[in-house]
């Protein structure tokens, strides 16, 4: 039998940074400049007040739970079930989709706290997010 393989991330210019800090083991967010946001995923202008001008910036990879669902059947050959998919509600503000991994997937709860791990697939490192 053939193992599969995990998708992997298919960098853009605008995300292409974001993925090359991951393979570091560094997690960065764009911060406006002018207005002070943070925002996820990566692109060119700030979507609060449009400003061209910003830069990467260290995240605290601290998080909060804000929804997630648990998948008990297997719809791609190379996740085993069961795991959860959430949005994590980030320190700094903008919400991303992330792998929660967790040593008892069903005390899950909305609003647990949690913090940044690395979720490795292939040559890739994938930002994914575990219970505090
Ligand atoms: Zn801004």
């Known amino acids: 039998m053939t193992a599969v393989s ?5 960098p853009s ?9 991951c ?6 967010l764009p911060k406006c400049a002018d207005c002070g946001s943070h925002w996820f995923p990566p692109s060119g202008f700030c979507p ?3 400003s ?10 601290l998080g909060l739970l804000h929804t997630f669902v648990i998948f008990r059947r297997q719809y791609h050959p190379a996740f085993e079930p069961p795991y959860a998919v ?3 509600h980030l320190k700094e503000g903008p919400r991303m989709l992330s792998r929660i991994v967790t040593e008892d997937i069903d005390k ?11 979720d ?13």
């Open 23 to 28: 393979q570091e083991g560094r997690f960065l």
């Open 108 to 118: 899950l709860r909305v609003g647990m706290a949690l913090k940044l791990t690395w």
């Open 13 to 21: 210019p605008e995300t292409s940074h974001f993925w090359e800090a």
């Open 120 to 132: 490795r697939s292939g040559d890739w490192m994938i930002p994914a997010f575990q219970v505090l």
């Open 6 to 10: 995990r998708p992997t991330p298919r």
């Open 52 to 61: 061209r001008n910003w830069e990467w910036e260290h995240a605290s990879g």
């Open 86 to 88: 959430g949005v994590v």
């Open 48 to 50: 609060e007040c449009w």
